[in-house]
């Protein structure tokens, strides 16, 4: 082996074991992102599974304030930007007379 091929494969096997550093130290990197990903995923759809509960308490928390009056519930779910509106109650309908049919 000559003096120049001798230099070459030094510097070649050098850069190769650079590269497996590189790809090892990638490797990691990519594996922590992953790992972040995942969690945030799984936070995500267990969000969605409790959306509907959250609903049902935040329709109840209105429900009681606009019922019982109570300033102190609205205020809350105002500052967690949750508004509401309560409709008057509608009147119960007038009964109507009955009508006498004809049989023949």
Not at 6 to 34: E, K, M, Q
Not at 63 to 69: F, G, K, V, Y
Not at 83 to 88: G, K, R
């Amino acid at each position: 082996m000559t003096r120049l091929q001798y230099w070459i494969a030094t510097v070649l096997a050098a850069a190769c074991l650079a590269l497996a550093a590189a790809n090892v130290g990638l490797g990691s990197v990519n594996g922590a992102a992953r790992s972040d990903v995942n969690q945030r995923q799984q936070y995500v759809q267990q969000s969605v599974q409790l959306e509907g509960l959250y609903r049902e308490i935040i329709r109840a928390l209105a429900e009681l304030s606009a019922r019982n009056d109570d300033g102190e519930v609205t205020a809350m779910l105002e500052r967690h930007g949750i508004t509401f509106s309560v409709n008057p109650a509608a009147a119960p309908a007038a009964p109507t007379a009955p009508t006498a049919s004809k049989r023949k």
